[in-house]
C-alpha cells in the first residue's frame, strides 16, 4: 500500500465487471482504537476482535435492500437511505458506474453500538470491501476510503477516518491531512498487546464531540503536538516506553473522561498493574491499555471488570495485538 494516498477517486475507465446474479459473500471487519490518547482524529488502530460481518448478494432487482440486522437489539434501520454501510456501498457504486446492479444486504453486529469501538466503522468498512471483492475490483483497497467517511459523516455527524481508515487498511494509521486526504501506515512493536474494557454506559457520538473545547492555549497545543510526535516516533523506534511516556493527553480527555464513570480509579489500577499507557477508546466510554504481553492485557481486564462490577457496571472486555490484516472475506 503506498504510504501517501492521493488521488482517491476510482477511475470510471476502469469499471469492475460484476461476478454474477446470485453471487455472495461475507465479510469481517475489525473494531479501531482511535485517538490513541493524544491524536484526536489523525491516529487509530486496529484489533482482532470484536468486529461486524457482513453478508451480500447480488439479486436480479437494481437498488440495495438491507434484509436482516442481527445483534443491534433494533436500533439499526433497515432502510438503505439511513444505514451507514448501504450508504457508503451506494457512494462507491455511483462512483463506478454500477448502480443498474441490485444486492442484498444483511449486518450481523458483532459488537457493541456505541462503544467507542469504531462500530459503524466496522459494519460500513466490511461493506465496502464485500462490495469491490464481488465486483472483482482490484484497486487499492485505500481508494475506499472515501466511501468509508461518508458512512462515518451519516453515524456522528463529522466525516473523520480515524477509524475507518485502520478497520480498512489494518494496523496502526495516522491521518496526516483531511484536504488533501492523506493516510500513513505506521510500523508498531510486534510484542504490544492492548486491553480493551467497555463498561456498559451510554456516551453519545455527537454529544461526546460537543463538550470538546473549540479554542485551546498555545501552552497546551505545544504539549499535545510533542505528545503525538513522541508516540508516532515510538512507534517507529519500537520504543515502548517512549510510546507510554507520549500518550497523555491535555485537550480532550480531561472533558471526556467525566462521562466515563470512575475513569481515574481504572487509570490508576491498569497503571499500577503494569500498563503502558492508558485512556479512551474514541469517544468512549470504551478505555484501554497498552502492556508489553499478553498475561498482563488480560489481569487488567479483570480487574477493571471487577472494579465496574463493583460500583454495579456491567462490561465487555477485549485483549488484543494490533491487528495487521483489516477486514477478511469468511
Same mark, same amino acid.
Given at each position: 500500500?503506498?504510504? +501517501?494516498?492521493?488521488?482517491?477517486?476510482? %477511475?470510471a475507465e476502469k469499471t469492475p465487471s460484476l461476478g454474477g446474479r446470485g453471487a455472495s459473500i461475507s465479510v469481517f471487519a475489525p473494531a479501531t482504537v482511535a485517538n490513541v490518547v493524544c491524536g484526536f482524529d489523525v491516529l487509530g488502530f486496529a484489533v482482532n476482535e470484536p468486529g461486524d460481518e457482513v453478508v451480500m448478494r447480488i439479486t436480479n432487482k437494481p437498488g440495495i435492500t438491507i434484509s436482516k440486522i442481527t445483534g443491534d437489539n433494533g436500533r439499526l434501520p433497515l432502510d438503505p437511505a439511513k444505514n451507514t454501510?448501504?450508504? +457508503?456501498?451506494q457512494h462507491y457504486l455511483? %462512483?463506478?458506474g454500477r448502480t443498474d446492479i441490485g444486492l442484498d444486504i444483511e449486518l450481523h453486529k458483532k459488537m457493541p453500538i456505541g462503544s467507542g469501538l469504531g462500530s459503524s466503522s466496522a459494519s460500513t468498512v466490511a461493506g465496502l470491501f464485500a462490495i469491490k471483492t464481488l465486483l472483482g475490483d482490484d484497486a487499492d483497497p485505500a481508494r475506499l476510503l472515501p466511501f468509508a467517511m461518508k458512512g462515518e459523516e451519516m453515524a456522528c455527524g463529522h466525516g473523520h477516518a480515524d477509524n475507518v481508515a485502520?478497520?480498512?487498511?489494518g494496523g496502526f494509521v495516522l491521518i496526516r491531512s483531511y484536504d488533501p486526504l492523506d493516510v500513513v501506515r505506521l510500523p508498531h512493536p510486534a510484542g504490544l498487546y492492548c486491553a480493551i474494557v467497555f463498561p456498559d454506559v451510554d456516551v453519545p457520538t455527537r454529544e461526546a464531540r460537543q463538550i470538546i473545547r473549540n479554542k485551546i492555549l498555545m501552552k497546551d497545543a505545544v504539549t499535545q503536538w510533542g505528545n503525538i510526535a513522541g508516540l508516532v516516533s515510538g512507534l517507529f523506534m519500537q520504543d515502548i516506553d517512549l510510546i507510554g511516556r507520549s500518550m497523555k493527553d491535555i485537550l480532550v480527555e480531561p472533558?471526556?473522561?467525566?462521562?466515563?464513570p470512575d475513569f481515574y480509579q481504572?487509570?490508576?489500577?491498569?497503571?499500577n498493574?503494569?500498563?503502558?499507557?492508558?485512556?479512551?477508546?474514541g469517544s468512549g466510554p470504551s478505555v484501554f491499555a497498552f502492556t508489553r504481553d499478553e498475561e498482563t492485557a488480560k489481569l487488567i481486564t479483570k480487574k477493571l471488570q471487577q472494579h465496574l462490577t463493583g460500583i454495579q457496571i456491567g462490561s465487555n472486555t477485549y485483549v488484543s495485538t494490533i491487528n495487521d490484516k483489516g477486514p477478511r472475506v469468511l
Open positions: 500500500m503506498e504510504n +501517501s494516498i492521493q488521488d482517491l477517486k476510482i %477511475s454501510v448501504s450508504v +457508503s456501498v455511483q %462512483s463506478v485502520p478497520a480498512l487498511l472533558v471526556r473522561s467525566m462521562l466515563i481504572m487509570r490508576e489500577i491498569a497503571m498493574l503494569g500498563a503502558v499507557s492508558f485512556g479512551i477508546s
